[in-house]
């Protein structure tokens, strides 16, 4: 118990800083496999990783003394990061590579489930209802999407591979798109739901692959173009479209 209490707190902590007169936020995570201070800009922004040992004053240290290429990736950061989406009525979402409109509509009645048309995706609520609620219904909608567009496309892909269609399962990660487990289980987040059916083609083939390499050595990525051979294509258009899939 007294072990517990005394373990080091390994929760982010958001965290301000003055670099050349600009105040910058970011995100401070500890990690017990850390050894030296981490700095890296993904979608969510400036995120630093150090040790659980590593003093505050030694972060911020590190922040300063790399400050020219914080600043120049926080610019490109900027630059690229796609708007936040406003949810209300309007708003644009990302789906299948294309974008769809939200409609958000009042009736008296129970809502029936969110459905897709030339109008955009349709939400229906008996009482005005809160962002929460919008980004809830949403969240659903494109999790449900999911379940049925994943399975279909990697029972395709492992009838391509010639190989038995692997258990599936969908995942909520917002920093991984897919991950392939020992036991022969894929998991896909549903977030690909945003990207452009190639690039779902080409996610699930890289897990597909490595059913037979565990690794990403030349043998891997000659599985993954014999499965999916545009992939490298697929695979630049993920990159380039990373922080509009991972918007939310």
Known sequence: ?????????LEPVAQTIILNGQEIEFEL?????????????????LVVTASPRASVRSVREALQ??????LRKLEAWRRYM???????QGALLPYLGQTVSLNIL?????????????????????????????????FDWYRGEARRYFPRRIDHLAAVAMIPAPRFFLSNAQSRWGSCTASGEIRLTWRLMKAAPSVIDYVAAHELAHLAHMDHSPRFWRRVEEIFPQYEIARDELRRNDALYRIF
């Open 65 to 70: 003394d790399n400050t020219d290429w914080v």
């Open 106 to 138: 009042m009736q008296s009645r129970r809502a029936p489930l969110p459905w897709l048309d030339l109008a955009g995706l349709n939400l229906t609520f008996t009482t005005p209802p809160s962002i929460e609620q919008i980004k809830a219904k949403v």
């Open 29 to 45: 995570k500890r990690s017990r496999r850390r050894r030296s201070i981490g700095l890296k800009v993904d979608f969510t922004g």
């Open 1 to 9: 118990m007294l072990r517990n209490l005394l373990a080091p707190n």
């Open 82 to 88: 796609p708007p936040k989406v406003e949810w209300a």
